[in-house]
């Protein structure tokens, strides 16, 4: 089961995300939302102005025109013009939109502009990507790659203002780039976030992941996946562990069986096939893993998951 070799591709393809444009927020005046936790990922933008981002737990953050951030599954947090307005509910405040806009205080006097939208993931696989999610990632406009970021807003604002065909995939496909770019920004920061996401700019720990997600199936050992560091056994797996947070051989084994879940939940393998393309000699022996990590057969896990989609609103039952 070949992958395209650059796992946040593969992640983010695995999670199939669901992409939600929120209603641009125009606003004049001292002003404050509150919003509730959230289990999604959020991405914003401020297109005009300035307003300050306080995640409850953490101190405030000065967001200015140009800005971009994401926030990864936020507590409950408040946007505001400033720190001393009494914040109000957001979702009525959404909820009132009209023409994909919301309005607070007068038209006339309006100095501040936001857009954003969230993602939302299939449940099977979310742990992939939202384990290694910081919970909050800021891209400031002066920022090499702010710049390439306000490119991508521009296209999202003007797809947003039109009812032109195709929009809504546009729409879609736009939200998820600058979601990548996003993760690169973080991946690229100098505090070296933990997890995969932070490996991948490591010559050594990143070619050993593009490595294995090029190729689940192959019998990848830890000899193998040094030499592709060109790293020492012992230096590579001490150092995949400390950037990672699990050892080589259970990321591959973790990496096998979401692949192996996301087919099972689709129906578009056999679990022989299966079995075969993520890298194990026998049926039997790829139950015997997926059990072991996954708490249950491959069986039960497509039944269970069949059921799920045939309850489903939309799948008519």
Known sequence: MLGSGDPI???????????????????????????DQS??????????????????????????????YLLGMPPSYVLGST?????????????????????????????????GGHFSFEDTNAPVLTQVLPLLVLVRAADPRGRLLAHLSELLLSETRTAAAGGSLVLNHLAQVLFVHMLRAHAEQADRPTGWLGALNDDGIGAALRAMHTDAAHPWTLKELAGV???????????????????????LIQWRMSLARDALSRGTRTISELAFETGYKSESAFSTAFRRVIGSSPKQFRETS????????????
Not at 47 to 65: F, I, K, M, Q, S
Not at 233 to 243: E, V
């Open 9 to 35: 591709t593969d992640a983010i393809g695995l999670l199939r995300p669901r992409t939600v444009i929120d209603p641009g927020l125009h606003a004049a005046g001292p002003w404050a939302l509150r919003f």
């Open 83 to 115: 720190l001393t307005a009494p914040p109000r509910p957001a979702k009525p405040v959404w909820d009132s939109a009209r023409g994909g806009v919301v309005r607070i205080g007068p038209e006339a006097e309006e100095d501040t502009y936001l857009c």
């Open 306 to 317: 069949t059921r799920a989609v045939n309850s489903r609103p939309d799948q008519g039952h």
């Open 39 to 68: 289990s999604h990922v959020r991405l914003g933008v401020v297109a005009r102005g300035t307003c300050r981002l306080t995640l409850d737990g953490h101190e405030p953050v000065l967001l200015e025109e140009g800005d971009f």
């Open 229 to 251: 560091s060109h790293m020492s056994r012992s230096a590579f797996a001490s150092s995949f562990k400390s950037r990672v947070g699990t050892t080589p051989l259970d990321y």
